[in-house]
């Protein structure tokens, strides 16, 4: 059975990203349409080696006779447009930050808690954030073996995190650093390029940011509740891959050997970890890779039953566009998008 899906957003670094993935997963499409907004209409996007599409309008698109909305036009645009698509029959899988907190919207990591899925009542499921997911992916076996009870986690992200403007500007700052022109900062609150920035999205009144707050919220509702998660969020001047060092305190005693050998058995962990020159992930290993990858894994000794590694994996495709359809897989896997098509098509 074949799926008609609409990448909305498509021009932007993940929904791009979308449409590389659906191609390279053989996600069985009978139909792709590429949309974003008005400006863009008429501009040519890559579907596959062969196919080329060319960007229809938003706004004025009917989803009636639409499978699945793969989302990610930013969270104001969703806000309309997912309710509409979801009013016409169409499954939204949106990866905004809009819908991930409202308690009858899903918010699915398939390898974590694919069951939620069954709670799709509104016809959206949200993907969550990109740090969370890859955080998650490495925490749900360790959670199953020895059950968490606190997480500090310090994550180091990288600027495609921001977009393509944010990948500009990296760019833009480096090129310009080698020829003595001052950094002009659009997108950062500093200069990115050669820095650091300790500061992802909002600020909120007990003063973390909104990054912080959405690591800790959205483990809690993918994970579980009762997980306590403080987290400090950094950009870094690297183009693609997010990494985090992850501090975790659990109920129950915990061994290296016995967490290396959950984490190996895990889906969609890789863990590479021979504590040597080299024998550990960076950003730039993971770039291309659809893998959380976890290294340096150690007993923290300041506290009973703690543990530490280093967790990374590329933002834009585990952290966003990936998830995105192994929600899609997943869904038809377990019947729901195909129940929903063949209602909509006796009606």
Not at 128 to 136: D, L, Y
Not at 237 to 257: L, W
């Amino acid at each position: 059975m074949g799926y008609r899906v609409a990448v909305v957003g498509a021009t932007g670094a993940v929904g791009r990203e979308m449409l590389k993935t659906l191609a390279e997963r053989k996600f069985p499409v009978t139909e792709v349409v590429a949309l974003a907004s008005a400006r863009s209409v008429g501009q040519e996007i890559s579907f596959g080696d062969k196919d080329v599409l060319k960007v229809k309008n938003l706004d004025t698109f009917d989803f009636t006779g639409w499978d699945i909305g793969l989302f990610s036009p930013g969270a104001a645009i969703s806000a309309v447009h997912a309710p509409r698509a979801a009013a016409a029959g169409c499954i939204v899988i949106d990866n905004t930050s809009q819908f991930r907190m409202e308690p009858d919207v899903p918010l699915v990591v398939p390898e974590v808690n694919p069951q939620a899925l069954l709670k799709a009542k509104r016809g959206i499921i949200a993907n969550p954030n990109c740090s969370t997911i890859q955080m998650v992916v490495a925490l749900k076996p360790l959670h199953d073996k020895y059950k968490i009870k606190r997480v500090v986690v310090s994550t180091y992200q990288s600027v495609s995190g921001a977009g393509k403007e944010g990948m500009d500007e990296l760019y833009t700052q480096t090129k310009g650093s080698f020829v003595n022109d001052p950094a002009r900062t659009e997108i950062f609150t500093k200069q990115i390029a050669f820095n650091c920035i300790p500061h992802i999205d909002k600020f909120m009144d007990d003063g973390a940011t909104k990054e912080e707050w959405k690591m800790a919220v959205e483990t809690r509702k993918i994970l579980d509740p009762d997980i306590k998660v403080i987290a400090t969020c950094v950009r870094v001047p690297v183009f693609i891959g997010h990494a985090e060092a992850v501090n975790v305190e659990f109920e129950n005693p915990v061994t290296v050997a016995g967490a290396r050998a959950a984490l190996r058995d895990a889906p969609g962990v890789v863990v590479m970890d021979t504590r040597e020159d080299g024998g550990y992930i960076t950003p730039l290993d993971c770039q291309g890779e659809d893998a959380t990858y976890v290294s340096r894994i150690r007993l923290d000794p300041t506290v009973e039953n703690g543990l530490v590694f280093w967790c990374v994996s590329d933002n834009l495709r585990k952290g966003a566009a990936l998830n995105a359809i192994q929600i899609a897989e997943t869904m038809v896997a377990m019947g729901l998008i195909g129940k929903k098509t063949a209602a909509t098509a006796a009606e």
